[in-house]
């Protein structure tokens, strides 16, 4: 079935680094691509997506390129604060309608001083 | 703003009480889910109500049932509370279609700690 893959382990990074969390993804056909982020204590809010190959998905710093060659779809800041300091979840939309997302296990990222 | 607001933000219950978990919405969406989230497994879909008396099993709903009465409204039920649903609880709802709809709008979770 549909799914998505996050790299492993948490990512720890000092402030002004740049920060990629890998996120590929198996789906049959073309799926809408979500990056979630949970700030300390609090639920899920979006933070960018794409719905269609090629498209780039920005936000706050942020950005993912919907790469339908390699299933793939990261996410990348240039330069961190230690606001970004939270846990990163890459999804997708299955094509099973009703709106359910698959997630992945997502990612702490850690910005120390 | 979409709100979703979840009624409990921590519980602790003894095993096999009958334990539920609200969630309200003020957005007049159509979708609720609820997901439980555990450190190194993401968040699993438990179940899912496209309407008002409708429900579909998720990926994990053995333990668990739901009550959707009104639009607005979506409860999670553990009928008889076990250690390994010991976890965070995060409801979600959105509205329905392709265009910008697939976006979730979460509450702020639920953790519960069974003893």
């Known amino acids: 079935g549909d799914s998505v893959t996050q790299m492993e382990g948490p990512v720890t990074l000092s402030e002004e680094a740049f920060l990629t969390i890998n996120c590929t993804y198996t789906?049959?056909?073309?799926?809408?691509l979500f990056w979630y982020v949970q700030y300390p204590g609090e639920g899920l809010q979006l933070l960018l997506k794409?719905?269609?190959?090629?498209d780039k998905g920005s936000n706050k710093g942020f950005e993912a390129t919907y790469r339908k060659e390699t299933t793939s779809f990261h996410l990348e800041k240039g330069s961190v604060q230690v606001s970004d300091s939270a846990v990163y979840f890459c999804?997708?939309?299955?094509?099973?309608?009703?709106?359910?997302?698959?997630f992945g296990k997502g990612n702490q990222v850690v910005v120390i001083p | 703003d979409v709100k979703v607001t979840q009624s409990s933000r921590y519980l602790v219950k003894r095993t096999g009480e009958k334990v539920f978990l609200e969630c309200v919405q003020d957005m007049d969406h159509e979708n609720m889910f609820w997901y439980r989230q555990d450190p190194g497994l993401g968040l699993r879909l438990i179940y899912f109500s496209y309407d008002v008396k409708m429900k579909e099993k998720g990926d994990i709903p053995e333990g668990y049932s739901v009550s959707r009465e009104k639009k607005e409204r979506f409860s999670l039920i553990l009928e008889s509370a076990s250690t390994n649903q010991t976890s965070m609880y995060l409801c979600a709802s959105s509205s329905p279609g392709r265009s910008g709809a697939n976006v979730l709008t979460f509450g702020a979770g639920s953790r519960l700690t069974v003893l």
């Open positions: 789906a049959t056909g073309y799926p809408s």
């Open positions: 999804a997708l939309r299955t094509l099973s309608g009703n709106n359910r997302l698959a």
């Open positions: 794409a719905t269609k190959a090629d």
